[in-house]
């Protein structure tokens, strides 16, 4: 987008209670953030960090515990690690982006440790690293931003970019909400942002996910970023239907059975979700931990607690008791589309923009799969790190123009008279997107007839009015921010016509050999798309 495409500024300075200069803005405070926020502010630069809730327990990682691909270099261990994963994620990987990650995922777990991280020690006295316990990695986390010196804006959601008259990313925009009406508006020009707001989870209410709206895949794309690897966005968490809990490895232990105790035949396989999904389609699903013996159930309460938690409070067994279980849409968190990265420095091609985390693709590390892989997490700590640093390169003594415009569209502007219905968009994308028999496995048909929908009802909120309040510009960038997202998923996922990845179509079971590259998308009123080669090291 030009700079000069854009018009009239929302929050005129005289109503911007609260006002920064820092040299780098980061916009999102889960692992990738404060990765982000450190390793920028190790570089001398100064800091803000803004996030939508608290930073420190907001975010998919916060609630959770969380395995980390972490691979000692010794022997072929990384190389098994890396060709373990390369066939599941349909060979879209690359070497050089596996080894810089499985190597900075090392550093910074080493860091951590130093930084007094518990991780626990195996019997023959190894630290082991393999995972983290969420609540405790990100408290750290949170006070090692604040002793870098850090500035911290907790429960400050972003809602636009700021530019400058030749484009570079010079800040951001947005709103405090535990703030009264008329101090609730905050700005922070800097010389670069990074972009870590996650991936985008449609409101699915997945454990840690409510936040992650797609923030910063439209705030990124109304600059000109460009995303990568949409159609990989289709992760489903499974739990029980009464909690929010999609942690899902102890499912492992499970069988799974329809309503008259009837064991579902192959639910519990490797290809047993697609059973689960299709028979969730036409009748519920019951689950039972019943082939974890007792040293197993033992260790799953260590482990990790809080699956335990809605059991104990309805007063369920789950290891003798049969309980109602679905898939809650995950999208890209546990998907693998985001942001496309331009450079070792996680830089975007926008300039002063750089993304991290699940905001960013995954594709380099994970092709178009993650599943239980521990990737996600490594990439967070990785690109985070990298992405702050490379912020901080750009944006230490740049001059940002005092005159700088606020990129935002829908939701922030517009000339229409129609009233903003936050509530009504949000539920029409979820009527799109969260559907099995849509997002599982898709169709021509079925991903055509939502587009209409979709890109009519993006037509509809660019021509109506903005937001009413500052507080209700969040719901209305959310929502916005959902359906951009929806939009690049269902044109990604009808332009790739195979199954890869998670990627699955119906008419297209198969992979096709000819399809082994990536599809890059963006744009708002009109959604692109474009063909991009993968680096030919990552081939099987
Ligand atoms: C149930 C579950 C289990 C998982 N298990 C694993 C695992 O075992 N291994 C693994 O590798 N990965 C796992 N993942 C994925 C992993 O949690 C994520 O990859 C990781 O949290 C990504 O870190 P992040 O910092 O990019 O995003 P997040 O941790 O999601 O943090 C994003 C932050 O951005 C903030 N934000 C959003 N929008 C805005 C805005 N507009 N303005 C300001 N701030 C904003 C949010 O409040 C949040 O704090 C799991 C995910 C889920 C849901």
Redesign the pocket.
Known sequence: MGARDLDTVQFSDATVALRHEADVLV?????????AAIAAAARGASVVL??????G?????????????HVPDTGDARAQAKASRLALGGHLAEQAWMDRVLAQTWDNMEQLAQWGYPFPVDEDGLSRRT?LQ?PEY?RLMRKRVKEAGVRILDH????QLLVDEDGAVSG?T?VRRQQGAGSDAWSVRAGAVVI????C?FLSR????N??????HL?AAEVGAELSGMEFSNAY?L?PAFSS?????FYNWATFYYADGTPIEGAGSSKGRGIIAKTLQTQPVFACVDRADAQIRAWMRTAQPNFFVSFDRRGIDPFTQHFPVTLRL?GT??GTGGLQVVDAHCATAVPGLYA?????T?ELICGGF?G?????????TS??FWAGAGAAGFGRGRRVARAVLQAGGVGLRGRGHAAFDSAAAIAAVQAEVFPYERNWTRRSDLLEDSLGRLDALWQRLRDGAPAADAQEA?RA??AA?MLATARWMYRSALARTETRGMHRRQEHAALDGAQRHRLLSGGLDEVWLRRQAVAEEGAA
């Open positions: 916009i999102g405070g889960g692992p990738a953030g404060c990765w803004a996030d939508k809730g608290f930073c327990t907001s975010g998919a990682t916060a609630p959770a515990g969380t395995g980390v691909w995972s969420g990100m400050s959601p972003a809602l951001a947005g870590a707001t996650g991936g989870a997945a454990l840690g996910c936040v992650l709206t797609g923030d910063g705030m968490g739990g809990i999609t942690k899902s490895l995950e968190v546990r991290a985390g699940d905001a960013a995954r993650t239980g892989g521990s990737h996600n997490a490594a990439w967070a690109s985070g969040v960038r959310e921010a």
